[in-house]
């Protein structure tokens, strides 16, 4: 249901990360290795970047396959940055919303992607939809489950949480509503990248103090690629990664709903 990576440390083309590895994000728009759901990432593409002295990111999102796409191939060639997330997209419904269903999802300095589906999309999610601001509902650019699900964990950010929580929370919300669901989640701000892990492969190499990269899969073999345990909370930096269990959504449930 789709892959995705993001990336702090040294500024460098974006193709360096997304194009030249030999199983880049590129590749596995067609050809991904560890995706258990799905097989081609046809149905859009998007890349977020941070460029020096701005802490608002640019996009460049499309609805069609990445590898058909030759102004990125430029773009990807040229453009340098030391903070980046990008996604393929292997969508529920193809052409859906075409590229505003496409990640990342922006606000303000964070970039936001989701790697997987809601079981029983949209009726599973009403018991949530009161969680969330009216006039948050009608900005959604997208009627998709993945602009729904950026949409609890940006209402949880603006109220004030760390990244950790606001993930965390929202899959223990997510999973106890709609059982079943996948929510492989990340964020960045350019500077920390949150990440969980429910249903779908997650990966991490990191080389302390210098860059670290959290992808859905490996884009290459270097032995520095960890796999991060299902139903887990990864928090990363350029010094490093930790990581934590997601609550039991069934423990999560016997809490009053979000404001």
């Not at 903070?83 to 419904?93: E, F, G, K, S």
């Given at each position: 249901m789709c892959r995705h990576l993001a990336f702090v440390g040294p500024e460098e083309p974006l193709g360096r990360v997304l194009v030249e590895p030999p199983h880049s994000l590129l590749r596995q728009s067609w050809a991904p290795r560890r995706q258990r759901y799905g097989t081609v990432n046809a149905d859009g593409f998007g890349v977020g970047w941070y460029a020096p002295d701005d802490p608002v990111p640019a996009r460049y999102r499309r609805a069609g396959p990445i590898w058909a796409d030759l102004s990125f191939a430029d773009l990807?060639?040229?453009?340098?940055?030391?903070?980046?997330?990008?996604?393929?997209?292997?969508?529920?419904?193809?052409?859906?919303d075409a590229e505003a269903a496409a990640a990342p999802f922006a606000d303000g300095r964070w970039l936001f992607s989701h790697n997987g589906a809601l079981t029983g999309w949209p009726h599973s999610a009403a018991p949530l939809v009161p969680a969330l601001p009216p006039a948050d509902l009608l900005s959604l650019r997208a009627s998709t489950d993945s602009a729904f699900v950026w949409a609890l964990v940006l209402h949880r950010l603006r109220r004030g949480d760390e990244p950790d929580r606001a993930l965390g929370d929202t899959v223990a919300r997510l999973a106890a509503a709609c059982p079943g669901s996948r929510l492989n989640l990340l964020l960045t701000d350019g500077t920390t990248i949150t990440a969980t892990t429910w249903g779908d492969t997650l990966w991490y190499r990191t080389e302390p103090g210098l860059r670290t990269v959290v992808a859905s899969e490996p884009y290459d073999d270097d032995p520095l690629w960890q796999e991060v345990p299902d139903r887990t909370l990864l928090t990363a930096t350029r010094a490093g990664v930790l990581l934590a269990p997601v609550e039991d959504p069934e423990a999560a449930s016997r809490k009053e709903p979000c404001s």
């Open positions: 990807a060639r040229v453009v340098r940055s030391g903070a980046v997330l990008a996604a393929v997209r292997d969508a529920t419904l193809a052409g859906a």
